[in-house]
């Protein structure tokens, strides 16, 4: 696996790994890698030629309550597992390589931006979508791998390919969870003991809804009603968001009679986690 941390380096080599009609794909990571990023390197490497892993936390989607300090860095860790996985270049830049001195552009995805988690973490999307197109750029992979667990980052991220007219494909890859249903994150290890057994309350919220719905109930104001007296006997859990939304345009729906999707966010003890899944009425 060759390493890299400047743009420069990075960029040539990702030409040369194109020459000839060779597929370039791209796994966009913030590193402290689990099980959830390695399923999107193994999907990569189904379908590409060579697969490149960035592996940079991005300072700009972390908004100012929020520790960017804190987040984990365990690099050695992360070259490991990728190296394991077969990755052919990890792109690992400092931040002024990314952000150079003076840079105060930033990519806005309008109307979708602040919805959902754009709504509770003002200016993380402008982040995501800056760091995105800049990657995009220097890689120019032909297919770009994220996963579902961000669902609101992936609607974003399908708009702004289509609005920008990238040349690359985006390929979202399904949801990993732990055995007992969490899904996997890179904030779940902020999770104390005593919290961790309550963070199922997200999972098992979105499998009542799904029940109900294959049960017959179409209507999305009365599943998140069901869904809130789930959280209401986990007060310990803060709920910021449960939400039935298009998965596209993020809008609410009032019935479902089109794929819509179930996203939730909540406060677990200090940590805020993410869930969802996609309701698919039959047809």
């Known amino acids: ?10 960029r040539a080599e990702c030409r040369r790994a194109r ?22 390197v193994r999907g ?13 936390v991005n300072p700009t989607q972390f908004g100012p309550t929020e520790d960017l300090a804190k987040y984990p860095r365990p690099f050695e860790r992360d070259r490991e597992l990728l190296e394991k996985e077969g990755v052919a270049i990890l792109f690992a830049p400092p931040v002024d390589e990314m952000y150079p001195k003076g840079e105060v552009t930033r ?3 309008e109307g979708l931006s602040e919805k959902l988690d754009g709504r509770s973490r003002p200016g993380h999307f402008r982040g995501v979508t800056t760091v995105v197109s800049k ?22 991220i399908r708009r702004l390919v289509r609005d920008l007219n990238f040349p690359v494909e985006i390929v979202i890859c ?3 969870r732990e055995p007992d249903g969490l899904a996997m994150s890179s904030s779940n290890v902020y999770l104390s003991i005593e919290d961790r057994p309550s963070a ?10 799904e029940e109900k719905f294959r049960a017959g109930e179409k209507d999305a104001a009365r599943l998140i009603a069901i ?22 345009t993020l809008d609410p729906v009032e019935r479902i009679q089109q794929p819509a999707l179930v996203a939730v966010a909540a406060y677990v003890g200090s940590t805020r986690l993410i869930d969802n899944l996609i309701l698919n009425p039959p047809k």
Do not use: W
């Not at 990569?44 to 940079?56: E, I, N, P």
């Not at 990657?135 to 974003?156: R, T, V």
């Open 1 to 10: 696996m060759k390493i890299f941390a400047t743009i420069t380096e990075t």
């Open 19 to 40: 020459a000839n009609g060779k597929r370039l794909g791209l796994v966009p990571t913030m590193g402290a890698l689990h099980e959830g990023h390695l399923s999107l």
């Open 44 to 56: 990569a490497k189904a379908q590409c030629d060579t697969v490149v892993v960035s592996l940079f």
């Open 107 to 109: 990519v806005v995805v």
């Open 135 to 156: 990657l995009f750029h220097i890689i120019e992979p032909d297919i770009a791998f994220f996963g579902q667990k961000d669902a609101a980052q992936s609607a974003i």
């Open 174 to 176: 399904p949801i990993v």
């Open 200 to 209: 199922l309350v997200l999972h098992r919220s979105l499998g009542v809804v």
């Open 227 to 248: 869904a809130r007296q789930v959280f209401a006997q986990k007060p310990q859990v803060r709920l910021d968001y449960f939400e039935i939304v298009d998965p596209d």
